[in-house]
Every structure is written in structure tokens, then in C-alpha cells.
């Protein structure tokens, strides 16, 4: 069977247990199905939070997530990944991101899908303001995601 690979940069939200059925629906290769879906919190650092937006320049984002997706295809045996990003204005409990990676074996599916968020939460070209009753500030990177990321690079 082929590889089915989708990757989405969208407004609306999603519907997580509708995309983890679409990626196996089907499918007898696959034995492992994992997912990560972010949700935005509703407060940073004991601090409500009314909002975050994410801003994107989509060619740029769709071609970066689009390599890194490739990358976590060749290197780990996937049946299957999906991978959607919301932009826009996002409100405490709405879906951010969700990464899905469908395999014959659970350690590929999980590997990819670590991989693949710690690439999207440092390195995915979206910026992040947040907005709270201080007023909006942008979201720095953090050092421990980029630690986090740095593992995954190649020697």
C-alpha cells in the first residue's frame, strides 16, 4: 500500500478523532496509530490568557512542513501521516496543531510523531501572539524546545 501523507495550514478547526479515522480507515498494514493534538491553554505562568494568534507566511510554512514530513518518511517505516496547523485567532480550548503517524509498529508511529511536533513547536515558521489583560505580547521560543528538537539532529 502507498504512503498517505496530508498536510493542512488552515483556519477552521478540526475534528481529531475524524482525522486519526481517515489516515487508517482501510488500512490492514497499519498496527500503530499515534496523535498529539495541542490545545490552547488558558493561561501562561498562572497569567489568563483571552487569545493567541498565529500569523504565517502558507507557501513558506507549507514547504517547510512539507520537508520535515518527508524527512520522518524516510526515516521511520510510516504507513501514514497527518499533520494540521491552525492560523488565525485561537481561543482557551481550540485545537492549535495535530500530528498523526500511522505504522506496522508503535516505536516508528511514536519516534515520527515526537519528531515531527518538536520540529513544529521550534523550528515551523508561525509566529505567536498572545494576548491577555496585560495586552498582546509575542511568544518567544523557549530553550527547552529547542533542546528538545536538537536530539533529532543528525551527526
Known amino acids: 500500500?502507498?504512503?498517505?501523507?496530508?498536510?493542512?495550514?488552515?483556519?477552521?478547526?478540526?475534528?481529531?478523532?475524524?482525522?486519526?479515522?481517515?489516515?487508517?480507515?482501510?488500512?490492514?498494514?497499519?498496527?500503530?496509530?499515534?496523535?498529539?493534538?495541542?490545545?490552547?491553554?488558558?493561561?501562561?505562568?498562572?497569567?489568563?490568557?483571552?487569545?493567541?494568534?498565529?500569523e504565517h507566511y502558507?507557501?513558506?510554512?507549507?514547504a517547510e512542513i512539507g520537508r520535515h514530513a518527508d524527512e520522518a518518511l524516510s526515516r521511520w517505516p510510516l504507513q501514514g501521516l497527518t499533520i494540521i496547523h491552525r492560523f488565525g485567532r485561537i481561543t482557551p480550548g481550540e485545537n492549535i496543531v495535530l500530528v498523526v503517524t500511522a505504522s506496522a509498529h508503535r516505536q516508528a508511529a511514536f519516534e515520527a510523531a515526537e519528531f515531527l511536533m518538536d520540529y513544529l513547536k521550534t523550528n515551523a515558521p508561525f509566529w505567536k501572539r498572545e494576548e491577555s489583560a496585560r495586552g498582546a505580547s509575542w511568544i518567544e521560543a523557549q530553550d527547552h524546545d529547542d533542546a528538545a528538537a536538537a536530539r533529532w539532529t543528525k551527526s
Not at 480507515?25 to 497499519?30: H, L, S
Request: hydrophobic share 45%; net charge negative; glycine share 8%.
Open 1 to 54: 500500500m502507498t504512503v498517505a501523507a496530508t498536510i493542512r495550514i488552515q483556519q477552521a478547526d478540526f475534528d481529531v478523532a475524524q482525522e486519526i479515522a481517515a489516515l487508517s480507515r482501510g488500512r490492514t498494514d497499519v498496527g500503530a496509530v499515534v496523535s498529539f493534538s495541542g490545545i490552547c491553554r488558558g493561561s501562561e505562568q498562572g497569567e489568563p490568557i483571552a487569545a493567541l494568534t498565529l
Open 58 to 62: 502558507p507557501e513558506m510554512a507549507e
